[in-house]
């Protein structure tokens, strides 16, 4: 098992090569450079041309490109054109920021999402199944900027129970448990929004999933036994049906980072994906290669967490 | 005379299907006596299955419907009796073996695991006396290596194995009532003969009631005392095993019996009942074999006979037989 895990850690190395293969000659052969709306009227061509240089902007890109892995795999991901720092010192606020509004939103999406997936189908066609599978597509096409819109007016702005933007309250001057309510308080509307399209169809996967399994023969096998019902639903169905969701969820992770561009904008929230957005809008080229290698690692992890989650659940991949 | 541990009353059960209802059991009588093994035979779909998970209420929901009759355990009517009474009855005085080895397990659990559940729930069995016992009763249906296969999963264990781990699951809780649905259909010959070979035994040693499902007549000759033909949610006759084989009376047992590939002589075609078994949507006005009888008569599309009893012990549901036919 640990040299499973050992392996699959340092397959990620190739495959990041690979990425930033391909992401780097991607995002140079889109047109604009990292100066082209910073231009100054007053500025000369040749101005221009000597700010660029000094980004290295004109050498071949494969020299370009292999300056900015050896200094990848040094940890040194080069300076950002745009905030004139090191790269990783403007992302770490930022990872922080995402990984904590992405862990809350996955949190509340699988606490929420299974039990009433297993609610749903052990009362299929019944008045909750039918008032689930509406909320469910509702919280599918719903888009995410309008349900977040809605929820800063009505809630936010109309009934004042939480703020409407930021990460926490601005110059409040609290320290201890007052700073972590006052954060929490601004996380939760955030987590509704970024969580509600993945526990629409967290929940709908549960269900179908349970449904298929409730109707296995081992099912009725541990009817058999005279187990009660909650025993048959939760220990030998779920167990079951739980393998697909698993990949799922893991799915859900990438997106719930890189996706969360548009909660992040939204609530202000200072945010990795809005950071990648910025980057890519700014043709601020080593802070996308930047962000994108943390992505792709997020990516890779998650996989191999939905992997190793498989081995957990299900022994035949386990002695495989 | 032996005690009658099981009896069956007119039992009726039916599906609610988009087509319409079907009656997969009409009417269905019998009883099972202690220590002995009662066949029931039919084709697929003549009801043998329903009427086994009749008897453990586990018909499947929220389609199935017991609509009628009475079935007695010792004396109580199970159809009457709270869920959570016949859930101690399951699984702990009624056991049941399944088709199908290789499914009914649950893949994600050990076998130990498995049978110690019921261990725990019907006798409170825990921890270490739990696991004890589960190696002893693996070792009872003489599976290898038990102490080794107690913590093992259904997928490293063959069919076989896996058969025999249901039959010691059935048997953990001391059943009076074991039902086994074709318990060797999905099964090579040879690990059918070994199988079986170990339900007759343990019938003997432990004088377990069994009703054993199938649609081999090999197996019913093998293993049942008393036998029960059904066809279309019926019996059709009803006999100890010896009267079946040999003073055969309805039409269908005796088709069923000259299509088994034994009684061939060499150069003999093998004989088979012409035409399908009727649509349970429509099902003929009178006796629903008659459209495939080659003792058809004309009161046979009238009116369905019923099952009188023409030897002490013997009973058919044919118009031969009854007055008022032929």
Redesign the interface.
Known sequence: MRKYIIRRLLLIIPVLLGISIIIFSLIHAMPGDPFAHLIDPNMTPEDKDRMLESVGYFDPLPVQYLRWVVGAVQGEFGHSIRFKEDVLKVMWPRIQNTFVLSLSAMIFSTLLAIPLGIISSTKQYSVFDYVATIAAFIGLSIPVFFFGLMLIKFVAFDLGLFPIAGMQTIASGYTGWQLFIDKARHLVLPTLVLGLASTASLMRYTRSSMLECVK???I?????????ERVVIYK?AL??ALIPVITVLSMQIPRLISGALLTETIFVWPGLARLSFQAIMNRDYPMIMGTVTVMSIVVMLSNLFADLMYAV????IR?Q | MAKTVLKIEGLKTSFNTTAGLVRAVDGVSFSVDEGKVLGIVGESGCGKSVTSLSVMRLVPKPNGHITDGKILFEGKDLLRIKESEMRKIRGNHIAMIFQEPMTALNPVFTIGNQIGESLALHQGLTGKKNVERCIELLKTVEIPRPDKVVDEYPHQLSGGMRQRVMIAMALSCDPKILIADEPTTALDVTIQAQVLELMKELNAKLGTATMLITHDLGVIAEMADDVIVMYAGKVVEEAPVVNIFKTTKHPYTLGLLKSRPDMLDEDEKLSCIRGMVPSPYNMPKGCAFAPRCDKRMDICDEKMPNLIEIEPGHKVRCWLFEEGGA
């Open positions: 296995q023969d081992y009725r096998t541990a009817r058999a036994k005279g187990l009660s030998h167990r079951n659940l299900d022994p035949r002695y």
